[in-house]
């Protein structure tokens, strides 16, 4: 008999056919979004993520390496779309556009396209897409606005689950509205027809696996893995201790109001298998451009916890309970500002992590930079073509370092999935700017039985006139923290000198017109170390030594390693010094 008549039994192998297939269509998008956008913070940095979602919001799978802080803010956009237009309200054809602060509150360059999926006339699914437009009016060219802006209106434009096309047909009226309204319409209307293609080519593979197996074999596929993963999840879970477990953390200041610090607390409670994340001892919303509407940091802690290389699908989380109350600054109310809503994410994943560290030490590393943001963005127009132009240079931070390891360097934080840094031979060539240096900052690492992860070190000339915005989330009184013994990391810092000028000064500037043959030098923050440095293998310590990512002296000074000239370790008086205890583990250079 025809499988593609009668439906089909849910089998094990039908099963296991429709849980590759569904992450399969996920990834089909983020592909084909890659190589048919327009700006390089999409197919080469990939700051975006491509997902199915079923009407009730539950997630049915997102793309691997899709961002991590979108992860909990597509099913509300769904959810949010049929509260306004009913499930009545919706036709084949329809293209909805959406990036407003009220429902998943973000920067509002994070633009979200979604289309609704029928199966022989009913609303069973939509395909949707969260990616990174380069600018949307107001101030958000590049990574934002920035911590200062003081509302989403000077921001840019707010785009509220309006139809881009209905039933098939384009508003021609919305469409040059955006278009009129941004600096960079061919880029950034052009990846919003990138995103509407990987969306429609959802549909097609969607018709394809239920004219395969029907709706009633699909939909009783999806419920099951949902109850797969959550049993997955929670099977992890049972095996932490019960208990209630508290750590906190704070930003120096929210970049707006100097010296009134930002704090971040979490609460963690496990029991029989369940987690609840309570963050409501956060700081309430502030006036400052850092707030934001999300429960994506206790999901990327909880995902990272139970099943980090698994497919992530609304079983994940049905085990975890999300406490953050409204007006907290992670459950901002519109209109408060939210342009720079990203920074303190990876920051809160830390401090709910660093609250586990007690109960499953094995699990946990030490603090990474754990910041968003800390570059810099330089554009303009040539005064040659009279092109816009847009360069965003960061670098990436250290990580911390692991109970079974050293952490990572020069790397995207937690948030971030699998974004990627763009090159530096794509930066000269689209923009006006001089690389001069792209390597890590070596000797910051936090020391460590395991040391923490590098950061990123760009040193950036501007060639032509042009603006820079240089924002630096401060954390200089909590910087990335140990643990077990191991030591902080070292901040990140920004600075620039103007042509003429004989040193670098601290910057943190927004759209500061500076004259060509400036230099900016982005240092990224570094990983705090795990574990008593006293106790690092020498061979360890010999190779970052012969690798020039620390110098002799350091290894004597941080680790008690006595390394000879000729590069041989001296093991009697290594093991003199560290007995001793004349070693001062942690100065770093």
Known sequence: MDARVKESHLDPVTLEVIRNALPAISNEMAVDLQRTSYNMIIYEVRDFCTAL???????????????????????????????????????????????????????????????????????????????HWIDVGGTSTGFGAGASVADPWLEGLQLDQLKIYKEGVVDEGLYRLISDNIRHPESSLGDMKSQMAACRLALRRLDELFERYGKTTVMAAIQQLFNETETKCRNVVEKFPDGVYEAESFLDDDGVKKGDPVRLHAKVTIKSGAMTIDLSGCSPERTAAVNSRTYAAPRIAYKALTAPLADVNEGSFRALDCIIPEGNIMMARHPMPMAAWSQILPLVVDTILAALAKAVPERVPAGHFGLMGGGGVFFGQSPKNKKRYVVMASGGGGWGGRPFGDGESASVNVCQG???????????????VLIQEYGLRVGTAGPGKFRGGMGGRMHIKNLIEGRWNLHRPKRDNCPAWGLNGGIEGANGILTMKLKGETEFREANVTRHLVPADTEVIVNQGSGGGWGNPLERDPERVLWDVVEEVLTRDAAREQYGVVIGEDLAIDLPATQSLRKTGAASPGARQ
């Open 53 to 131: 979602v079923l009407p009730n919001g539950d997630l049915v799978s997102q793309n691997v390496g899709g961002v991590s802080h979108f992860i909990a803010d597509l099913g509300v956009m769904i959810t949010d779309a049929m509260q306004r237009y009913e499930k009545e309200g919706f036709k084949p054809g329809d293209v909805l556009i959406s990036n407003h602060q009220r429902v998943a509150g973000q920067h509002l360059n994070n633009v979200c396209i979604h289309m609704p999926y029928f199966y022989k006339g009913e609303l069973l699914m939509f395909a949707i897409v969260r990616a």
């Open 418 to 432: 699998d974004v990627r840094r763009a090159s530096v031979e794509e930066m000269e060539l689209k923009s006006p």
